[in-house]
């Protein structure tokens, strides 16, 4: 496999020299950095958010689809000659004027949060895109015979009522943004990273458009020397930049924005590195032309300052909507149809060793939090390690007979469905290392530097490396820089087309038993 995330020199952590290692988490490997007071107690109270911005280009896309199928088929019932072509056809253009117009929409832009807040933009973008749709879909009937005229009055009333509709949910989802960005319910965080009258410029943008939805959380800064004061604008130091990474571990961070002129390419890549780690939105402020060796990076702007990608959102807030229904609706199916052999199991558990059937195991989760994982049980109740310092080997006594089986064909695994319907996991991502996982005595964390950058995206119940051979025991640093490297590879090529291959090939991969217990 060709290792994607070294073709861009901002894809993966890397150790530098002289820093500490472990700097996922800030600190030593395996232990949390504490953050000070001030910093700690504002990143709990920004720890959720209420409200997530996706929700609503959902909730708009969804009610805009009801919107143009309920209203033609009503108005089809009503308003269609009974005896005048094929009726069959007219249904399917219902479908096909739903999917033209919601696509027109999302290519022009409609479902972007920006245009969900201004009722103005979307009723604009809905005159385009309406229009546009009913007419392909009127061209489409015309291609394939069907009379037409026929359907004029249909056509005009289907658009005028479906116009109608969605200009009211749109008016409703811009008064509401509204009430919840002024309430603090919704809003884009930022934390800043430099310090001194560097900051300026970016703190009055990001302050301007208060209203709007932006809030500063405050900035980091290595240097302690006067060039650096711990206040700046009204704005206070809250550490460096293993603090940026503990803060941003604990609260909901959207844009971390790198705010450093003439910063020096080595520097850069050096803060790139540790950053990389956090599943949000990296962001460097240029003062004029980005030199040569970045010109390939997505320029944008803050307000009138112009900004640099450098790391994106491996998973953006849409993405993730999806990923996660698609979790909840392909997992209820899949705990609909594996109950029977899930209760056979779990009486074959009962009846061979006394003990509860379920065993529960503390693992990381989503941007390196802790979450509880469910398994079938496979040891001896009064041998179970839910640590995992000590790695279950090939041969291991712990291990019952039924034990050995259901981990060889990873059957353990099926009761994290109910995780993932809880939200903990998802059908498809890096699988969840224990907290205290280890190899001998080296901690995961402390083998690749990469290893933390595995918790930007939801871990999963299979992953691209399951199915490539790299599932089961971790017994030398060789296996696990391996599973890290398929890991970082699926989060930077992730796409729903890719969870799905990841599925069907499953099944097949659990056939072979290399690398599996």
């Known amino acids: 496999m060709t290792r994607a995330v070294d073709k861009s020199m901002f894809a993966t952590a890397r150790h530098v020299p002289g820093r500490r290692r472990g700097g996922d988490i800030g600190g030593v490997a395996g232990k949390p950095r504490l953050l000070g007071g001030q910093a700690e107690a504002l990143a709990r109270r920004l720890r959720e958010r209420p409200v997530h911005p996706a929700v609503f280009a959902a909730l708009l896309r969804s009610t805009d689809a009801l919107s143009m199928l309920s209203l033609g088929l009503i108005l089809f019932v009503l308003a269609v000659p009974q005896a005048n072509g094929d009726r069959l056809l007219v249904l399917a253009a219902l479908a096909g004027g739903m999917v033209l117009t919601t696509s027109a929409l999302g290519v022009f832009g409609a479902y972007r949060f920006r245009r969900l807040r201004s009722f103005l933009r979307g009723a604009g973008l809905l005159a ?8 392909l879909t009127a061209g489409l009937l015309a291609l394939l015979g069907y009379p037409i005229h026929l359907l004029a009055d249909w056509f005009l009333l289907w658009g005028a009522l479906a116009a109608g509709s969605m200009l009211l949910v749109r008016m409703a989802i811009a008064l509401r943004i509204g ?22 410029p970016a703190i009055q943008e990001i302050d301007s458009e208060r209203r709007a939805g932006r809030r500063l959380c405050g900035f980091f800064d290595e240097r302690l020397s006067e060039r650096s004061p711990d206040l700046v604008n009204g704005y206070h130091k809250l550490g460096d930049l293993d603090d940026l990474v503990a803060f941003a571990r604990l609260a909901h961070i959207d844009t971390v924005m790198v705010a450093m002129p003439d910063v020096s390419r080595e520097r850069l890549l050096e803060l790139s590195a540790r950053l990389t780690v956090l599943p949000v939105e990296v962001r460097l402020l240029c003062d004029g032309a980005p030199p040569p060796w970045l010109a390939d990076r997505q320029m944008g702007r803050l307000g009138r300052l112009r900004t640099m990608t450098l790391h994106k959102r491996p998973v953006d807030a849409w993405q993730a909507f999806r990923k996660r229904g698609f979790d909840i609706v392909v997992g209820s199916v899949m705990l609909v149809l594996l109950a029977p052999m899930m209760a056979v199991v779990a009486l074959a558990v009962k009846l061979e060793s006394p003990g509860p059937v379920l065993f529960r195991q503390k693992r990381h989760g989503y941007n390196n939090k802790p979450i509880w994982v469910w398994k079938f049980r496979s040891m001896y109740a009064d041998r179970c390690d839910p640590t995992a310092v000590a790695a279950v080997r090939r041969v291991d006594d712990r291990v019952t007979r039924v034990g050995r089986f259901i981990r060889r064909t990873s059957i353990d695994e099926l009761p994290q469905l109910f995780n993932v319907l809880g939200g903990e996991l998802s059908l498809v991502g890096p699988r969840p290392h224990a907290t205290a996982a280890r190899t001998g005595d080296i901690v995961y964390d402390t083998i690749a530097d990469s290893y933390a950058a595995r918790h930007k995206v939801k871990p999963g119940i299979t992953g691209w490396a399951q199915i490539n051979g790299w599932r089961g025991e971790l017994n030398s640093p060789q296996k696990i820089r391996a599973r890290i490297e398929h890991d970082l590879f699926y989060i930077e090529h992730w796409s729903l087309r890719l969870d799905i291959l990841i599925l069907l090939r499953t099944p097949a991969s659990l056939i072979s038993t290399r690398n599996a217990y």
């Open 128 to 135: 385009v895109a309406l229009p546009l749709g009913l007419a």
């Open 179 to 200: 009430h919840l960005t002024r309430t603090g319910a919704l809003e884009h965080r930022f934390v800043l990273l430099g310090g001194g009258q560097a900051l300026v």
